[in-house]
């Protein structure tokens, strides 16, 4: 499919996928671009590269400014991962994931019944993780880069749908704090938001004040974190000081690797993000995908068969590094032609098939990612979480922030791995100290030296294949970046043993029904991306519309 006829033809298709997704153009721009969920957000970032700022200082602003504009997922209570690629220099990968309190071990979260309390909350990431970005990359000084974040929380932003709607739904749910419906319920909690009210953050304005001027100190010691400490021991949770103490964001080498000629980045453990995204598209190399169709049933089988393969092997393989020896080969081309050799074109591969001696037994969310480019080629790929929508729906009392549910990242029981989608394996056992395994995939691509593509989104395990989905949709597919993201995306994750998809094509679905695979209907990822066309330079924002979304750029 060429370019222009694909981006007429997705747009039309992408209208009938459902009601979130619209039809838009890419953003154009020359100097700096900022693509991400929240409107607001996006000026932040774009302002902060305006005056001088670069892609890091642009991102860590816009962290900040999402933790007040996009409370489902923006924060400073959870963690994530950010690719930094410096113009001319190797990606970098800064990992800021959670981690288990000390007094948690591996049977701590076997009876769990409900991740919305204290206990389910790891040692939060999120602050460290931008000090350590700006300290190595910034160049503004700290506090003009929180300060965005301090207006918005104190004179408050107006409601988009996507947030009234989402405020709305999650107030409404059991489990969190009272302090949640207090800080995030419009009087309280007695009135349903509209589209248009203000949202101001008081607590949360004092609290950001605090990390711009006394620095990112201020989040893990003194009276921030007695709050945090006393909010966790409220629930009986199990963070302590010295976790706060301990926390450190990590610099790490990234996940690489080569597909038709282009050159990969994604994220290394204790993501499974890199090495899943690249064994994935070792395995697709093998075939003509672009011969073969974008929406063909053989393409879309492909496809679902080579995601559940590599969903097999980051059960059986990966966890913490710290804790987990990961073998080398997951990544190489020898691995993945051995992994495609049981792959059937007419048929399915039961996943319980793929177990390799792993017992299978019987038996949601929220993540948010943003790409910015600055005028001199820096790029950032940033995804950052805390777990479930809204996280642990409890706000720290006094602070005004919510924490992370992070710990449901753990495999929960050891040894009980289901068909409905519970992993027990060894790799991803919860340990004191360890981080969870995660999902979250911010990648660049790269042809030729020049970078190409910045992209990532939320979505749990669905994480990795809408990044594969993007990049093969702008790589095989050809299509333009604002077609790629709003494209009909496609999930397997090995169990359960079924093929979620976004595409309604009655005639795909039945063929794809025709060689065994159980199809389930679902909306799919949210992947602000940016594209740079490789002949002008020029940056081509794409803001994904299926949540909300603005591709800023100047
Ligand atoms: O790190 C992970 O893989 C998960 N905590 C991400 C959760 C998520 O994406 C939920 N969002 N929509």
Redesign the pocket.
């Known amino acids: 499919m060429s370019r222009m006829f694909g981006t007429l033809a997705i747009i039309l298709l992408a209208v009938s996928i459902g009601p979130a997704q619209e039809a838009r153009t890419a953003t154009v721009a020359k100097n700096g671009m900022v693509v991400c969920v929240s409107p607001e957000a996006a000026d932040v970032g774009v302002a902060i590269l305006k005056k001088g700022g670069n892609a890091t200082d642009a991102s860590v602003a816009v962290a900040f400014a999402m933790a007040v504009t996009h409370p489902a997922?923006g924060n400073i209570g959870g963690?994530?991962f950010m690719m930094v690629a410096p113009k001319n220099g190797k990606p970098v990968m800064i990992d800021y994931?959670e981690t288990a309190p000390k007094l948690c071990d591996k049977d701590t979260f076997a009876k769990t019944t409900s991740w919305f309390d204290q206990k389910a909350v790891g040692v939060p990431g999120t602050v460290r993780g931008l000090e350590f970005a700006h300290k190595k990359f910034g160049k503004l000084p700290w506090r003009e880069l929180v300060e965005p974040a301090v207006k918005l929380a104190e004179e408050g932003f107006l409601l988009n749908k996507s947030t009234a709607n989402s405020l709305n739904e999650y107030l409404k749910k059991p489990g969190g704090n009272e302090e949640f419906k207090r800080v995030f319920g419009k009087d309280g909690g007695k009135e349903p938001w509209k589209i248009g009210d203000r949202l101001t953050q008081p607590d949360l304005a004092k609290t950001l004040k605090l990390i711009s001027e006394k620095g990112p100190d201020a989040f893990y010691t003194g009276p921030l974190a007695e709050l945090l400490l006393a909010e966790i021991k409220a629930g009986e949770g199990y963070i302590r000081q010295d976790d706060l103490n301990d926390y450190k964001a990590v610099e790490r080498e990234t996940i690489k690797g080569v597909y038709r000629g282009f050159d990969i980045f994604g994220p290394s453990p204790p993501?499974?993000?890199g090495i899943c995204i690249v064994q994935m598209l070792n395995m697709l190399e093998n075939y003509d995908l672009k011969k073969m169709g974008a929406d063909s049933a053989d393409t879309r089988h492909l496809i679902a068969e080579v995601m559940r393969r590599s969903f097999a092997d980051r059960a059986k393989y990966i966890g913490d590094p710290a804790f987990t020896k990961i073998p080398d080969f997951l990544t190489t081309k020898e691995h993945a032609k051995k992994l495609i050799e049981s792959i059937d074109l007419k048929k399915v591969t039961p996943s319980e098939s793929l177990a390799d001696g792993i017992p299978i037994q019987d038996e949601?969310?929220?993540?948010?990612h943003f790409s910015v480019m600055d005028a001199d080629g820096n790029a950032v790929s940033n995804?950052y979480?805390?777990?479930?929508?809204y996280g642990s729906r409890v706000v720290v009392r006094g602070a005004g922030y919510i924490l992370?549910n992070?710990m449901?990242?753990f495999n929960r029981v050891p040894g009980v791995t289901t068909r409905k989608g519970g992993v027990g394996t060894a790799p991803n056992l919860v340990a004191p100290g360890k981080r969870?395994?995660?999902?979250?995939t911010p990648v660049f691509v790269f042809k030729d030296g020049k970078l190409l593509l910045v992209t990532g989104?939320?979505?749990?395990?669905?994480?990795i294949n809408t990044v594969l989905c993007v990049v093969l949709n702008v790589l095989d597919f050809e299509m333009d970046i604002q077609a790629a993201v709003n494209a009909p995306r496609q999930h397997h994750q090995w169990f359960p043993d079924q093929l979620a998809v976004e595409f309604t094509d009655q005639k795909l679905i039945d063929e794809l029904t025709a060689k065994g695979h159980k199809i389930v209907k679902r909306r799919q990822?949210?992947a602000h991306s940016i594209w740079i066309d490789p002949k002008t330079g020029l940056y081509h924002g794409a803001a994904d519309s299926r949540l909300a979304g603005k591709a800023a750029g100047y």
């Open positions: 997922a963690g994530g994931r993501s499974s993000g949601a969310k929220s993540t948010t995804t979480t805390l777990e479930e929508t992370n992070e449901g990242d969870m395994l995660s999902s979250q989104s939320p979505g749990g395990r669905t994480i990822g949210d």
